[in-house]
């Protein structure tokens, strides 16, 4: 079964055989397809998340590195930096997927983990150089598919914006090394900042976390209004907060939400489908997003 084959079958039936495709309403998502397909190219942007959306969140059966993974295995960091990362994650991350928790309860005990990781690694004596290396060094795998994906936004002028929690120094050297970095590809995280000689001495003074990322979209302003001509957008996460990432498009028409859930799957499928038009479960592919693409025309 190809991947177009996939979603016409669940559009047409509502279900596919590998149930990893769900929607709320299906006439609504065969609605926004037409309507960004019409739109062609050049009404056309991406906005993506970063860690377990581009890249995979399993890989033959082993969780995958998130941006701040890459770092904790570096050989570049100090163990005591490993310690307090991964207590750091035993705390805060179930508290992050936890469903039955409101987004303004989680947003202080977010910002803890994300102040506590980046002092953290204020200690580590980190320049600006080791970022590659530590990308070097990682065992990354980005979704079949999404080099396929980044390269047709590139060919057909179509902006892609990576919004990412995450370390963005990291994203960066990544789409680097796996020749993924554009000219229409753009990156909103978390960057450090430097010493002129290049040492690591914090952190933007502004933090972005999975819970403020709808702040930010619009914050975003400079990017936005510069392709403010461009109001349908493929939006693309696996977190709730993610779903509000075009929350800064200019005069925005038609946006499709996808949301890659990849854990707690039948206790979480229900609120997902609240935020997202199309809900892929458990799903290492870009196929789904690569075929929406492939419907849209050239200008």
């Known amino acids: 079964m190809t991947p177009g084959e996939t979603l016409h079958e669940y559009l047409q039936n509502g279900r596919v055989p590998s149930g990893k495709i769900y929607a709320k309403n299906p006439a609504i998502v065969k609605e926004k397809l037409i309507s960004i397909a019409k739109g062609g190219s050049n009404q056309l942007q991406v906005i993506t ?12 059966g082993k969780r995958g590195l998130t941006c701040y993974g890459i770092v904790e295995q570096s050989s570049v960091v100090t163990q005591e930096f490993r310690d307090e990362t991964r207590r750091l994650l035993h705390q805060y991350y179930p508290i ?3 469903p039955h928790m409101t987004p303004k309860e989680k947003i202080p005990l977010m910002l803890e983990w994300y102040n506590g990781a980046h002092e953290a690694l204020k200690k580590c004596d980190i320049y600006k150089k080791d970022f590659e290396t530590m990308v070097q060094e990682a065992d990354i ?15 057909m002028n179509i902006p892609f914006l990576v919004f990412s929690a995450g370390t963005g120094d990291i994203i960066d050297a990544c789409l680097a090394q796996y020749d993924l970095k554009r000219p229409n590809v753009h ?3 978390n960057f450090a900042t430097f010493a002129p000689d290049g040492k690591l001495i914090g952190y933007e003074k502004t933090l972005i976390h999975m819970f403020n990322k709808n702040e930010h979209a619009i914050a975003a302003t400079s990017y936005f209004g510069d392709i403010k001509h461009r109001s349908n ?9 993610d779903a509000d990432m075009g929350e800064g ?3 925005p028409g038609t946006i499709l939400k996808i949301g890659f859930l990849n854990d707690k799957i039948e206790e979480r499928l229900p609120i997902f489908l609240e935020a997202f038009d199309l809900v892929l479960t458990d799903d290492q592919t870009f196929n789904i997003p690569l075929e929406i693409l492939s419907t849209v025309t050239s200008d």
Do not use: C, N, P, W
Request: hydrophobic share 40%; glycine share 6%; charged share 25%.
């Open 49 to 60: 998340d970063f860690d377990y959306t581009m890249t995979k969140a399993y890989h033959d």
């Open 96 to 98: 992050e997927v936890d």
């Open 141 to 155: 795998h980005f979704r079949d598919g999404l080099d396929i994906f980044v390269d047709l936004t590139f060919r």
């Open 187 to 189: 990156t909103i995280s």
């Open 233 to 241: 957008v493929i939006v693309m996460g696996d977190a709730l907060g």
């Open 249 to 251: 498009v200019h005069q």
